[in-house]
């Protein structure tokens, strides 16, 4: 296997006092979670606020704090609130939905912050949808991915079955 670099990007300094402000306003410890780009900042953010942030190594990521693809094992954390650090969506309604916890996506760079809540139940709501119409069709597709964790065709059925009944009439 080839391994390639990862070029860490900046980030605003304004990152710090925002995390710390999240931490203040809850009781326990903030669980951070990020991509591949962001792990130096997760560790620096451990760093910085010690045992006030938890950061839990994913089964298929090489960092602490790491989702990876449709992994979210290492937003698996005691907290109740969990800081995603990154840009996009996918990771942090990924996490919302695969933990329950309240997630705030926070974009190092330009210092975005945005609850997923509504938009992890705009995804869920866009998926039943899908299930819906795949549910009336006489035919329907199922694209797997081809990389590890993704492409799992021996349970390709069972799962498909599955989320079809799980739709309430």
Not at 14 to 22: L, N, Q
Request: charge should be positive.
């Amino acid at each position: 296997m080839k391994l390639f670099k990862v070029n860490q990007l900046s980030y605003s300094e304004d990152v710090f006092s925002i995390i710390e402000e999240e931490i203040r306003s809850e009781s326990g410890k903030v669980g951070v979670i990020t991509n591949a780009q962001f792990l130096k900042l997760a560790y620096e953010v451990k760093k910085r606020f010690k045992d006030r942030v938890e950061l839990k190594r994913g089964r298929l990521a090489r960092g602490l704090g790491q989702v990876l693809g449709c992994d979210f094992s290492a937003a698996r954390v005691e907290s109740r609130k969990l800081i995603f650090l990154g840009d996009g969506l996918f990771h942090p309604i990924g996490a919302r939905i695969s933990t329950g916890k309240e997630v705030l996506s926070l974009n190092p760079v330009t210092c975005e912050q945005i609850n997923v809540e509504k938009e992890a139940e705009r995804f869920l709501k866009m998926r039943f949808h899908s299930i819906f119409r795949a549910k009336r069709s006489n035919s329907f597709g199922v694209i797997l991915g081809a990389m590890r964790g993704q492409f799992r065709m021996s349970r390709r059925d069972e799962y498909v079955m599955d989320e079809i009944s799980e739709v309430e009439w």
